[in-house]
C-alpha cells in the first residue's frame, strides 16, 4: 500500500539536511521519539542479525561530556535527542544462536528447523572469509540503521545530524561501552533547526542523476 | 511538516521484509521507480561527498549473466528491478575539488569562499589517518542509501531485499565497471513480492525494544 505521495517524500528528502545548530528549547515530543526508536529497532541487516544497539543520551551531565568527545560540536548538547549507534564487536557463533533462540520465539518454530539457516549463517561468519572483517560488516550494517532513522526524522519533520566526527574510543568509555561487547561507531542529532543557522537556506548539493543513476540497459 | 502519520510510518516499516520472491509479471511504474532514484541522489553522505553509483540493470541478459554471479538467487532477474550500489574507489583529493566544484555551482559561491571546507575534508581524507580506510568509508555511506532505498520503497508500497550474497568482482566484470574507479558493493532488488513467497506471511523477527535500545539517564 502507497503511504505517502511520491512528491512528499521527495519533498522531505530535500527539506533534511545534516543540521549544524538546534534550538534547545524544542523538544522532540514522547510519541515521535517513540515512533524513531521503533524505526531503529525495525531496521533491516544482514540476516536479520541486528549486530547493534542504540544508546539514547539523555543525561545533560554526560552530553555536555561528549561534546568534549565530539570536536566540542554543541549539537551534541543542544539538540533535543542524541543516539549512538553502537556495534555488537565480534560477532560469531554466540549471537548466531541467539538470533536462532529470538526467531524460535517470535514464529513458534522449532529449533531443529531452522538447521539450514544456522549453516548458512555459520558459513559466511564462523570463520569470517579472508579479508571479510566482522566488525566492519558491523558498521556498515548500522549505516542502514542510522539511514532509516534520518529518513523517518525527515518524514516526521524532525531534523537530525549524523556525526562521524567523534571519538568512538572516548564515547565507548564515557558511556561504559568499553568491556561491553558494543563498541561506538557513530552518533546522530535529532531535534529541531535553529532559526540562525545558516546552512538551513542552502540549497541541497547533488550531483546530476545522469552522474549518479546509470542505466544498464 | 510532519508528512506521514507515525503509525503508518512503522506499519510500512513491518510490511517490509527481505522479499527472496518477486511476481515477475508485475513492473514497478516508471514514476515511482523515477522516485526511488531521486531518493538515492538525495541519500546522505559525510560532508555530502557521494562516493558512490547506481547501477539499474534493465537487460534482461545481463540480469540473467548476473544471477549466476548471486548464487543463483533468481530475484536477480525475476523482480521488477536491480540495483548495484557501487563506492567509489580510493576516494581523494580529486574528488573532493569536484564536489567543491558542485557546491559553486549549485550555490552561487566563489571557489575561495569554501577554503576552510576543503581543508577539513583534505584534513580527513588525504592522506587518510592511520587504520582509515576510505573504501571501507565509502561503503558505509553507500549503506545509507541501501536503506533509504528499502524506506522509500516500502512507504511507497514497494517490495525489495537487499543482496549482499553476490560476488562483486564478477558483478564489476559484467558491468564495465573494472578500472572505472567505482566497484560493486552491494546490490537490491525491487518489485511486488510473489503470492506464494513463504516468507511474506511469517512475523518480522526483531529482539525487543529494551535490548535493542538503552537510555542513558
Chains 1, 2 share one sequence.
Not at 518524514?155 to 568512538?168: A, K, R, V
Amino acid at each position: 500500500m502507497k503511504t505517502i505521495e511520491n512528491d512528499a517524500l521527495i519533498r522531505q528528502l530535500r527539506w533534511r539536511y545534516a543540521t549544524k545548530k538546534f534550538d534547545p528549547q524544542r523538544k522532540i515530543t514522547p510519541r515521535d521519539w517513540q515512533t524513531l526508536e521503533e524505526t531503529l529497532v525495525l531496521a533491516p541487516s544482514s540476516f536479520g542479525l541486528q549486530p547493534w544497539r542504540f544508546l539514547v543520551v539523555d543525561n545533560p551531565q554526560m552530553r555536555e561530556q561528549l561534546v568534549a568527545a565530539s570536536w566540542n560540536q554543541r549539537q551534541v548538547a543542544d539538540a533535543s535527542h542524541l543516539v549512538v549507534f553502537a556495534i555488537k564487536r565480534d560477532l560469531g557463533a554466540a549471537d548466531i544462536e541467539r538470533h536462532l533462540q529470538r526467531i524460535t520465539e517470535v514464529r513458534g518454530v522449532r529449533l531443529e528447523s531452522l538447521a539450514a539457516f544456522r549453516s548458512m549463517m555459520m558459513g559466511t561468519l564462523v570463520p569470517p572469509p579472508p579479508g571479510f572483517d566482522v566488525n566492519d560488516w558491523a558498521a556498515r550494517q548500522v549505516y542502514i540503521a542510522l539511514g532509516n532513522f534520518m529518513m523517518a526524522a525527515a518524514l516526521l519533520g524532525i531534523d537530525t545530524c549524523p556525526l562521524e566526527g567523534i571519538e568512538p574510543a572516548k564515547y565507548d568509555e564515557l558511556l561504559g561501552l568499553a568491556g561491553s561487547g558494543y563498541a561506538t561507531q557513530v552518533a546522530a542529532t535529532a531535534g529541531y533547526r535553529a532559526n540562525d543557522d545558516a546552512y538551513a537556506q542552502q540549497p541541497k548539493v547533488r550531483y546530476d542523476i545522469a552522474d549518479v543513476v546509470r542505466r544498464v540497459r
